[in-house]
């Protein structure tokens, strides 16, 4: 089966930028998606096919993709952004995986 | 607006049956899939599987084949989840979301609010 590794936790400062990745093999190849959960709230997804973003949320995030990582990258971080993120991508033997969660701490 | 409205939290014993629901509005139900996601306690997010409000089509994970149930009502735009026999490790919150296209192979862009089922004696 298709494993997603992410890292349990990032922490980073007001201002900075936050880097979640997301490790699978040659997940390259795949178009991954990205989901923000706050405490106690339903996954809201921020990023689709890689990079590209739904109507509403900021610019400030963005995705990457190439090889065996996808990168989910949190420019200018507010507290607001304090959440759990999650990778998602489709696969011929696996279906819907799931990631296993990275907790984004602001400091 | 397109949403996933879900029903409301339960309390079941041990060995009980449950069923929750997961009502589609806002978009055409019968031309998207459902799919069911658990998140168990302080745990992070499984694909249960997904079916297709069209034709009921259904694809398990493996992981939850035999132990849950997926149905879909079209005529109230309505996707079911059923359990037989619950245990404690059933506890969770169970989200329905929508794959954003028509062969259920993409990102979920809408989410219903989320069913907690607490199991216990």
């Known amino acids: 089966s298709y494993v997603l590794t992410q890292p349990p936790a990032v922490s980073v400062a007001p201002g900075q930028t936050a880097r979640i990745s997301c490790g699978g093999d040659h997940i390259g190849l795949k178009s991954v998606h990205w989901y923000q959960q706050r405490p106690g709230q339903a996954p809201v997804l921020v990023v689709y096919d890689d990079g590209d973003r739904p109507s509403g949320i900021p610019e400030r995030f963005s995705g990457s993709n190439s090889g065996n990582t996808a990168t989910l990258t949190i420019g200018r971080v507010e507290a607001g952004d304090e959440a759990d993120y999650y990778c998602h991508v489709w696969d011929r033997t696996s279906e819907h995986v799931l990631g296993s969660g990275t907790k984004v701490t602001v400091l | 607006e397109v949403q996933l409205v879900q029903s409301g939290a339960e309390v079941k014993k041990p060995g009980e049956s449950l069923k929750i629901s997961c009502k589609g509005s806002?978009?055409?139900?019968?031309?998207?899939?459902i799919a069911w996601v658990r998140q168990m306690p302080g745990k992070g997010l499984e694909w249960m599987g997904t079916i297709y409000g069209g034709d009921s089509d259904i694809k398990y994970s493996p992981s939850f084949h035999g132990h849950v149930a997926f149905s879909v009502d079209k005529s109230t735009s309505t996707a079911y989840l059923q359990f037989t026999g619950l245990k404690a490790s059933d506890t969770a919150i169970y989200y329905c979301?929508?794959?954003?296209?028509?062969?259920?192979?993409?990102?979920?862009?809408?989410w219903g609010q989320g069913t907690q089922v607490t199991v216990s004696s």
């Open positions: 806002g978009y055409t139900f019968t031309s998207y899939w």
């Open positions: 979301a929508r794959p954003s296209n028509y062969d259920g192979r993409h990102a979920f862009d809408i």
